[in-house]
Every structure is written in structure tokens, then in C-alpha cells.
């Protein structure tokens, strides 16, 4: 690992504790890991292996019950629900397995969204969401509503939403889960074309091919990290 | 700023993909709202139009004259004063006769009796008057003049004709044109319930007022009217008293003195209450005011009732709206929606839709309550301030009902959320 690289994400030795009922499940059992400019990251594990959970913690989605998160040295573990809100909207790019669209919004609309909860004047929010929707090459596609396009296009109308706000980091889920191989393929290969780009990127999957493509390997097994390579 | 313009958008977005596809359901929520504005609108509507003649009527009326009546002649309000007593006794001849004699600081005294409206036939020969009569009263030569009619051919009632009791008619426009259209009326005989009457005078046409002609009228001396049509015992018979002052800033020493002179014919004690009613036009406007005052609280409380119901109507609806978005609320979340976002979004939606069935109920109000005016005569208004208060109140139900569905939203959970199906 290039140490000359600039750290985006540093997480130490963090836990993440359920309570469910009388039992108490470590999802996160200690578990400390950076990540730097431009990694290309697969996390991979079991299902129950605690890789949402990293997920969802690394997303600001959930924060840890113990240890320390920083994101761009911001003290993630210790922020109020605006204050993640915040992050998620300025530093994060989603792509969910499901594509997670407004059906009643087109593409464009879609893509706008992120924006919406950012400071940008009504123009920028028009020209990034047109830009990011270019880039994944889907400029004649904007007045389309998720309904009447093929699910590879959806996921690309996704990762324009994604890029929309230039996030420091991509976090994508299962992008290729819901996808035939063609679609996934070409999507996986969109996320190389990213990487070069100079993108940060964290594809959590469970799929060998997906996680190939990844420079970084990541496992997960019952809550610690057992490979990172 | 910049974000309130986006949720503005973005809700009116919302709201009309809401009501495309769930159209039924919305306009029934609407529905509530509509109907508890609309009949808000429609009687505001209704009481400015009156409000407005009323003021025309009563500027109409010489305001140095005040009534003694037995009851408050207008009982038109709920609960209130109410429909008098039956107990009071009626205000005779000898009674007026009595005040006339006495009375210094009024200038003029008339009485008169009046059936409003009349069922009393009307003819000419063979033919008959197809309408009723809107007044057929008794009285003298002073009552045209305080009622601010004019005539323009033929005399007005004279002494002679009370003295004597004669049977002569003044005539309003209507009857002419109905029963004289192609000839002069003076002198002619008209038959009132087959009496057989000479027509002294035609009446300049007024037009309406609270829908009702003003013209379709027939007077008759006072003396003349209690004899042939107020019964058995016409010295028994109720009558009005017109009194009038000599300027507006003496009515009240010459209403005080009507008072006092009329208890002491009447010999009521001291301290007991005046066994007949006395009303200045400042009391008619209270009594209207009375009316108007009962009315729009009556109709507050069945307004406040419909809007309370399509309130929880709103609640409902953004319950249900809420359990149908949950997903997209976490999805939102995810991308950087805050709690407040969600909240002003919801919120929005909420006051929106009561916007829109306010509006839906203004504009049905407005027609209704105009239609109502028109029916009675009167111009159309539009209740501007009422208005005003009706956009306030459906913006307020929007804040109070759309508040509990706002907050649960709010507080969603972004990753449970999306998992929502």
C-alpha cells in the first residue's frame, strides 16, 4: 500500500453491539481499517459476517457503539443525525444493490436529488446532474422515468446520482446483484473507467468476479477483518 | 432559502403525482375541507350582501324617527330576546291618541298597521292580482314621507280621510302596471277582499329590497284599516307608533320622553319594565348585528366541526402517504436529507393539500353564497377578509394535522427504510 497516498478514511478498532433480547450480537467486533485516495476496496464476507454493518458505518449510515471513526480527519463517531446527514450528502456517492430510484421522478430528477439537500443554486444543480448523467452516458435518457429503462440503465441513472455531488468516496452495494451478467459486466467495467478517473471506490459484494476487479481485497468473517490484502 | 424553493418544488411535485394516482382518496380528504370552507364563504357571503342593503336600508330611514311596537319587530334572532311575550298588551288607538296629546319634543306621531305580507285579494273588475301583496297598511299622511316613498300622480291620505274613515287607496307601482297598465289609476275603483275602494295616489316604483318588491303595496287610511280589517274590536286592535324628533341630535330626549309618557298612560310603576317595546334604528342595526352574530357562530361551530374531520382527514391521508413512502424517505435519507428536510417536506404536502380544498371551497362558497344574493335581489360580493381567514385557517390545519405524520417521517430510519417494502 503507497503510503505517499492521502487518508480518507481512517476507522479504529470500532464495535458495533445489538441487543437482541437477552443475547448480544458483536456485528463489528473491534475492527480498524483505513482507506486512501483513489483505493478501489471489494469488501467481501458471509452473509452474518458484518459487512452491511461496515457498510453502514463506513456509509454514515449507523455509527459504531465503540471506537473512533474519521472521515477526512472529521470525528464521524461522534456526529448528531444532521451532522451525518451532512457527510452522506457532500462526501458519500451510493449505488444500492436495488438502485434505489424515485420511481415518479425521471432520470434527471433522480440524479438531482443529492442536490437538492446541498447549498447549489438551481442552475449548478441542473448542469452537475446533467454532467454526472453524461458521464455514465445516458445524456438521452434524461426525461425518462426508472419504469422505462433496462436495469443496467438504472443502475448507471444510480451512479450518475452517485457522482453527482463529486463525493470523495463511492460505496456501492451489491451494484451487479440485481443485474444480468452483460448489464454487470459493463457496469464493473464503468467502476474500473471511475478508479482511473482518480474515484475512491468500496464495492461490498459476494461475488468472486466482482471482487476481482478490486485492487483491494477486504474479508470479513464474524465481525473482525481476516484478510485485507 | 434556497433548499424552502427545492421542498416547495419538490412537494408540489409530489402532491400532484399523489393525487394521479390516488385520486378517489385525496378528494374525499378534500372533501372535508371543501365543504366546512365553502359553507364558511357562503354565509359570509350571504350576511355581506345583507349587510350591505341593510346599511342602505337604514340610512333609508330618516334616523330622528324610533317605534313603539308592542314586541321587537324583528325576530329573527336564535335564542335571544325571542318571540316575545304574548302577555304584552297591544298598543290601541286611545293609547296613541293619548301620546299625541302629550308629547313636546316629538314632531310628528303616526301610527300605522301594517300586514307584511298580505293575503288579501286585489282586483280590478274581472281581474284579480296574481301576487300577493308585500305590504297593505293602514295609516296617515306622515307615513309616506318616513318611509321615503314619493307620489307621483294623485294626493297623499289627508286628516279627512282618517276622521272620516273613507275608503280611498294609495297604490304602489306594481299594482299599476298589473292592474292599470294601459290607463290612469287616480279615480279608479279597486276592490280590497271585495271592498270597493277609490284610488287617490300612485307611488313612485323603489325597486326591491331584500328581494322583495317594494312597489307591490296598497295603503289605506289608519282609521279605514282598523275598521273593515282588524277584526271584531277595532278600538282593541294593535298598532305602530311612528314618532319622529325634530333633528337627529334631539331623538334620544324625545325617545326618553315617549317613554315616560307612554308608561304613565300605561301607569306601569315605577321600577317594573316597559310592557312594550321601543326601537331607534340603532336598535334594529344591534338586532341585525344579533342575528348576523348567531348565525356566523352557529355556522362556525358546523364549519369547525367539518374542518376538524377533514383535518384528521389530512392526518390520515399523510399517514397513509407516509407508510406508502417509507422507502423513499430512507432512500432521501441516504442522500443527504436531514431530519428537518423530511419534516418540511411532509409538512408542506400537509398545508398544500389543505390549500387546495380551501381554494376548491372558496371558489364554491363565493358561487354559492352569490347565487343566494342574486335569488334575494342583492349584488355580488366576495368576502375578503373571510377569504383571508379561510386561507389562514387551511394553512393552519395543514401545520396541526400534517405535524404527527411530519415528525414520524422525520424520524425514520434510513437503513431500515430502505429495506421497506
Request: aromatic share 8%.
Amino acid at each position: 500500500m503507497p503510503k505517499s497516498k492521502k487518508e480518507i478514511i481512517a476507522i479504529d478498532s470500532i464495535s458495533k453491539i445489538y441487543h437482541l433480547g437477552d443475547n448480544v450480537v458483536k456485528a463489528l467486533d473491534d475492527v480498524s481499517i483505513s482507506i486512501y485516495e483513489n483505493d478501489f476496496i471489494s469488501i467481501m464476507g458471509p452473509s452474518g459476517s458484518g459487512k452491511s454493518t461496515l457498510m453502514n458505518i463506513i456509509g454514515c449510515l449507523d455509527v459504531p457503539t465503540k471506537g473512533v471513526y474519521k472521515f477526512s480527519n472529521e470525528l464521524i463517531s461522534e456526529m448528531n443525525d444532521s451532522q451525518l446527514a451532512n457527510i452522506r450528502n457532500e462526501k458519500i456517492g451510493f449505488v444500492f444493490q436495488t438502485f434505489n430510484l424515485l420511481p415518479k421522478l425521471t432520470s434527471l430528477q433522480n440524479v438531482e436529488v443529492p442536490l437538492i439537500y446541498s447549498p447549489l443554486g438551481r442552475t449548478e444543480r441542473l448542469q452537475r446532474a446533467e454532467e454526472a448523467l453524461r458521464i455514465v452516458g445516458l445524456s438521452d435518457r434524461m426525461a425518462h422515468k426508472p419504469s422505462e429503462l433496462s436495469g443496467g440503465q438504472r443502475q448507471r441513472v444510480a451512479i450518475a446520482r452517485a457522482l453527482a455531488n463529486k463525493p470523495s468516496i463511492i460505496l456501492a452495494d451489491e451494484p451487479t446483484g440485481n443485474l444480468d451478467s452483460k448489464s454487470g459486466v459493463e457496469i464493473l467495467n464503468f467502476f474500473d473507467e471511475l478508479h482511473k478517473a482518480g474515484n475512491t471506490l468500496i464495492i461490498v459484494t459476494h461475488e468472486e468476479s466482482v471482487a476481482k476487479r478490486a485492487k483491494r481485497r477486504v474479508e470479513l468473517f464474524d465481525g473482525k477483518i481476516v484478510v485485507d490484502e | 432559502m434556497n433548499r424552502i424553493i427545492n421542498y416547495l418544488r419538490d412537494a408540489i411535485g409530489g402532491v400532484l403525482s399523489y393525487f394521479g394516482q390516488t385520486k378517489l382518496r385525496t378528494s374525499l380528504t378534500l372533501l372535508g375541507i371543501t365543504v366546512g370552507v365553502s359553507s364558511i364563504i357562503a354565509i359570509m357571503t350571504v350576511l355581506a350582501t345583507f349587510e350591505k342593503s341593510y346599511d342602505g336600508l337604514v340610512s333609508d330611514m330618516k334616523t330622528n324617527v324610533f317605534y313603539i311596537t308592542k314586541d321587537n319587530p324583528v325576530q329573527i334572532s336564535f335564542g335571544g330576546s325571542g318571540r316575545g311575550d304574548r302577555n304584552k298588551p297591544n298598543i290601541t288607538w286611545s293609547e296613541y291618541e293619548q301620546l299625541k296629546r302629550s308629547l313636546s319634543l316629538t314632531k310628528n306621531i303616526s301610527a300605522t298597521v301594517a300586514e307584511e305580507p298580505s293575503e288579501r285579494t286585489i282586483s280590478v273588475g274581472k281581474n284579480e292580482l296574481n301576487n300577493k301583496l308585500t305590504s297593505f297598511w293602514g295609516g296617515d299622511a306622515a307615513i309616506l314621507s318616513l318611509n321615503k316613498y314619493e307620489i307621483i300622480s294623485g294626493r297623499n291620505l289627508n286628516q279627512q280621510d282618517i276622521d272620516n274613515s273613507t275608503r280611498v287607496a294609495l297604490i304602489g307601482y306594481d299594482i299599476k302596471e298589473e292592474l292599470f297598465p294601459y290607463s290612469d289609476p287616480i279615480g279608479e275603483t279597486i276592490k280590497i277582499d271585495n271592498l270597493p275602494f277609490q284610488v287617490i295616489g300612485l307611488l313612485a316604483p323603489k325597486g326591491e329590497m331584500l328581494g322583495q318588491s317594494m312597489d307591490a303595496m296598497i295603503g289605506i287610511p289608519i282609521s279605514t284599516f282598523l275598521q273593515y280589517f282588524s277584526g271584531r274590536n277595532w278600538r282593541r286592535a294593535d298598532i305602530m307608533l311612528i314618532l319622529e324628533s325634530e333633528s337627529m341630535d334631539t331623538v334620544d330626549a324625545a325617545t326618553d320622553e315617549a317613554v315616560g309618557v307612554f308608561r304613565a298612560i300605561r301607569k306601569i310603576p315605577p321600577g317594573a319594565e316597559n310592557n312594550f317595546y321601543i326601537a331607534t334604528n340603532d336598535q334594529l342595526m344591534d338586532t341585525f348585528g344579533d342575528f348576523a352574530g348567531s348565525l356566523t357562530l352557529f355556522i362556525g361551530l358546523v364549519a369547525g366541526i367539518s374542518l376538524l374531520v377533514a383535518g384528521i382527514g389530512i392526518a390520515n391521508i399523510m399517514l397513509v402517504s407516509l407508510t406508502e413512502r417509507i422507502k423513499e424517505i430512507g432512500v432521501r435519507k441516504a442522500l443527504g436529507a436531514r431530519k428537518i428536510d423530511i419534516f418540511l417536506q411532509f409538512l408542506i404536502e400537509a398545508i398544500l393539500i389543505s390549500l387546495l380544498g380551501g381554494i376548491v371551497g372558496i371558489i364554491l362558497g363565493l358561487a354559492f353564497g352569490n347565487v343566494v344574493a342574486f335569488f334575494l335581489g342583492q349584488d355580488p360580493v366576495i368576502p375578503l377578509d373571510w377569504v383571508f381567514y379561510s386561507i389562514q385557517i387551511c394553512a393552519s390545519m395543514g401545520i396541526i394535522f400534517g405535524l404527527y405524520p411530519a415528525i414520524k417521517a422525520s424520524n425514520l430510519n434510513p437503513i431500515d427504510s430502505m429495506r421497506y417494502d
